[in-house]
């Protein structure tokens, strides 16, 4: 059993096609598409509902909770999140929790399926980087992680395993279901369009590239509270567009934390969702970071870098959860 498994080149082509190619081309449709009167108030709430399902499935679901285990919680709040980031598009669970394990084993070292510093530091090299990060690996990847390897506690879970398998089936309801409601709520065919257009097809690239920021973005530009060994970072407009998962600094420091967020005024609603889920019972064994480690952690970084008077830090430290 190795760590990688080879992928064939009709399998890159097709993940280029779909990926990375039919994106930009829906967007640049979507705005000529807008120049006459194809969308209205009903399209833009369908896709803004469509989103938050997306982004919440995708950070509390595949991120937190299956990938790295920050909480449990019962069976049926497992499978709705299972399924809320399933319909985000980017791969069946086991797959997703697989390539981003491997990423917190290689963080920006080689090894790691999406570092935008894969290629060096030089500027035509860092922006090819940037390129592989935010969309590039899906088709450069010559080999994928093996799911055997790196998630065989999703593998051995049943309700995952039916997942996994149902992918193709949650790919057509993700983009059905937003446009049947656009039909039925408009009771119109134009209404089952234009949903199916702009909270099916403009959503799913909008929801892509906000996820894939964090790999490049926030591996690469905005600032750091704490000394990791790879190059994550903290970006506002990323975690404002990934619901909280543009604080990407501390959670390389504690992958297991449910709070990305842990500074002042890094607002964090995935773990907002979370927080509210304990308080419902819905969710349990919540790991929250400790404040005293988040200190110690933003200190330790101060000192190494010169920086201002390590008291102050504590001012700074969210100290509820
Ligand atoms: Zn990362
Ligand atoms: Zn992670």
């Not at 399998?11 to 640049?28: G, K, S």
């Not at 399926?113 to 035509?124: E, K, N």
């Not at 093996?146 to 995952?160: F, M, Q």
């Not at 993700?174 to 039925?184: I, Q």
Request: contains cysteine.
């Amino acid at each position: 059993m190795g760590e990688t498994v080879r992928v064939s080149e009709p399998r890159r082509h097709a993940y280029l096609v779909v990926l990375v190619v039919l994106p930009p081309i829906v967007l640049i449709a979507a705005v000529a598409v807008a120049w006459g009167r194809a969308i209205g108030p009903l399209d833009v709430l369908l896709a803004l509902v469509m989103y938050a399902v997306n982004i919440f499935g995708i950070s509390v679901g595949y991120h937190r909770l299956l990938t790295h285990r920050s909480f449990r919680c019962s069976r049926p709040v497992r499978m709705t999140f299972a399924l809320a980031g399933a319909m985000a598009l980017q791969g069946p669970p086991t797959l997703w929790a697989a390539e981003h394990r491997r990423h917190h084993k290689y963080s920006d070292k080689p090894g790691d399926p999406h570092s935008p510093w894969a290629y060096g530091d030089s500027g035509f090299a860092l922006l090819r980087g940037l390129l592989h990060a935010q969309v590039g690996w899906f088709y450069s990847a010559r080999h994928r992680s093996d799911h055997e390897h790196w998630a065989p506690d999703l593998r051995s879970d049943p309700d995952i395993r039916r997942v996994d398998a149902a992918y193709p089936v949650i790919t057509a309801a993700s983009f059905l279901l937003p446009a049947a409601a656009g039909g039925l709520l408009s009771w119109s065919w134009a209404g089952f369009w234009t949903a199916l257009f702009w909270a099916g097809l403009v959503r799913y690239a909008i929801v892509h590239h906000a996820t894939w920021s964090v790999n490049s973005i926030a591996h690469c530009f905005g600032d750091r509270a704490f000394s990791t060994r790879d190059r994550s970072t903290n970006v506002r407009w990323v975690a404002f567009l990934t619901f909280g998962e543009g604080w990407h600094n501390w959670h390389h420091v504690e992958p297991t934390s449910a709070r990305h967020g842990v500074l002042k005024g890094q607002f964090d609603p995935s773990a907002t969702l979370i927080r509210l889920l304990e308080r419902m019972g819905w969710a349990y064994d919540v790991h929250w970071p400790s404040p005293a480690r988040i200190e110690t952690q933003a200190n330790r970084h101060r000192t190494e870098n010169g920086q201002e008077d390590p008291s102050r830090t504590e001012r700074r430290i969210r100290t509820r959860r």
